[in-house]
């Protein structure tokens, strides 16, 4: 999606959502979303990030070719995460390494938009009419998280409670939360209707909204009977499909604030110019495919070839011999994401760069752009890495610099000793298909990256043969997960294995 010389400014949009190490559901609907918003065709690209899973926010910005980049936070609360873990990590309040001409706006998180009390009533109303009891003699409640670290988390919620109040639809409005005062089940407690709706104000049904919640509440699905009242519970706010169209305020709300037209951003984000960009890394890939004729190229765990007929194939490596009959077909693209999320196993992937891909599938007849669309949802980030790898052109992170910038329950990571993180090192990095090029300090710094490409070693572009190493310039949450535990004197878990439920 090169851009011509002096031609319209292209626009991007960014979805950034929590993820989770734990289950695919707590960032399913941003998924979701993101596709409504692409096929609306408003935007030359659309793109995920997530705090908890890949693709991850620390590059996010830099995989977006796009000139005007809108980044709207997939929350429901001017928070923590909103101020600050969001920001932090996109690094827009420190220069990087984008062309200097792109702009980004940050836009106010989706569920901080005026509208949205709306679409909180309509799922209460949308149950009490496929349930048949009236919400007149129904009393509402609004489960929102809370949290120690911000207060406009909990004033969110108690802003829409008195919207939906005013509204005057159902007998009583109440909110109740998981992480302060007052909690759910001392709201409950209160209530006396017959009939009581609960309502998750969560973005998704992930881990409490799934499970914490039901399991604190005992109940037993959508209806729970308690003597002679009924207690129903709803679906999370987040997953209506009309949140889509909240995205879109929101993306108009910065343009209006900016006061400019749509692509000048009050304030662009700093960059320096970097010898090898997404577009570059971008083409140098697709080249490097192409060069490699009908015998096509192995990365990581996928054999990507051309066909005679000019389209892409894309296979697991150990099927590259295996005929198109005797593979599951994945139709098109965007579906790679139902194989690259769960294992052969059925077990959750948060990081792609596992390797559990599982085999047994394929993508064809692919043109450039879907093979790249393809590659960038198997291994987010991937291609652009391994080309500054072999630029030499790697920013690198320190443990020691990268702790240092966590707040909130990460703050405590630079305490770990060095016998502890090395530990941990092992039990994560070990696995993992990437390079790891950062270091602690106490730790020597080898002259050649240890090789991430356990599976590869192809012939890089212009390098001679090499092994294909794809880096990894930082920590990862996962890393910092698995070091958050160890510094809390809990057991480590096996490789890859996640307990933390932030």
């Known amino acids: ?29 941003v998924y979701e979303h993101a596709a409504r918003l692409r096929a609306s065709g408003l935007f030359d690209e659309v793109a995920e990030a997530f705090w908890k899973e890949e693709p991850s926010l620390r590059d996010a910005l830099s995989l977006l070719e796009s000139d005007d980049i809108w980044v709207v936070p997939f929350f429901l609360a001017e928070g923590y995460f909103t101020r600050t873990v969001v920001p932090r990590e996109l690094g827009l309040n420190d220069p990087h390494w984008l062309p200097p001409e792109k702009r980004v706006f940050y836009c106010s998180p989706v569920g901080a938009h005026p509208a949205m009390p709306d679409l909180v009533l ?31 988390s909990g004033d969110t919620v108690y802003q829409l409670v008195e919207t939906l109040r005013a509204r005057d639809r159902f007998a009583r409005v109440e909110c109740g939360f998981l992480d302060e005062a007052p909690t759910i089940s001392e709201v409950l407690e209160t209530v006396t209707a017959r009939n009581v ?9 992930g881990w409490h909204a799934g499970a914490t919640i ?29 949140v889509a169209d909240l995205v879109l305020l929101a993306v108009q709300d910065a343009i209006l604030t900016a006061g400019n037209e749509p692509g000048i951003a009050e304030a662009a984000r700093p960059g320096e110019p970097s010898p090898m960009d997404i577009r570059s890394a971008r083409r140098s890939f697709l080249a490097w495919v192409d060069e490699a004729g009908p015998d096509g190229r192995s990365f990581l765990q996928i054999h990507l070839r051309r066909d005679v007929e000019g389209g892409y194939r894309v296979v697991h490596r150990s099927d590259r011999d295996r005929l198109p009959e005797q593979l599951a077909q994945v139709d098109g693209p965007e579906a790679i994401l139902d194989v690259v999320r769960t294992s052969a196993a059925g077990e959750y992937r948060p990081l792609r760069f596992a390797p559990t891909l599982r085999d047994g599938w394929e993508l064809n007849s692919l043109d450039a752009t879907g093979l790249w669309r393809a590659v960038s949802l198997l291994y987010p980030a991937a291609a652009l890495f391994r080309a500054l790898g072999d630029a030499g052109a790697v920013t690198v992170t320190s443990w020691e610099d990268w702790a240092a910038r966590q707040t909130g329950i990460y703050e405590r990571l630079g305490e770990l000793d060095a016998e502890t993180l090395d530990e941990v090192v092992q039990q994560c990095c070990g696995s993992c298909l990437r390079s790891r090029f950062w270091r602690a300090r106490h730790e020597p710094v080898p002259p050649v990256p240890d090789s991430g490409d356990i599976l590869s070693s192809r012939e890089l572009p ?40 932030d």
Request: net charge neutral.
């Open 214 to 242: 039901p399991a604190d509440l005992e109940l037993t699905g959508e209806q729970t009977r308690r003597g002679e009242q009924t207690i129903w519970y709803a679906p999370p706010v987040g997953t209506l499909p009309d």
């Open 462 to 501: 212009g390098s001679g043969r090499q092994p294909l190493i794809v880096p990894c310039p930082e920590p990862c949450t996962w890393f910092g997960s698995l070091a958050r535990e160890s510094l809390d004197r809990k057991p480590l878990r096996g490789t890859l294995i996640v307990v933390d439920r």
């Open 197 to 205: 709706v609960l309502v998750p104000f969560f973005m998704a049904e």
């Open 122 to 152: 309509r799922r209460a109303l949308d149950l009490t009419h496929a349930r048949s009891f009236a919400p007149e003699e129904t009393a509402l409640i609004i489960i929102g998280h809370g949290t120690s670290r911000s207060r406009t």
């Open 1 to 29: 999606m090169d851009a011509a010389v002096n031609g319209p400014r292209s626009r991007a949009l960014l979805l950034v959502g929590h993820g989770s190490h734990l289950n695919a559901s707590s960032s399913a609907p």
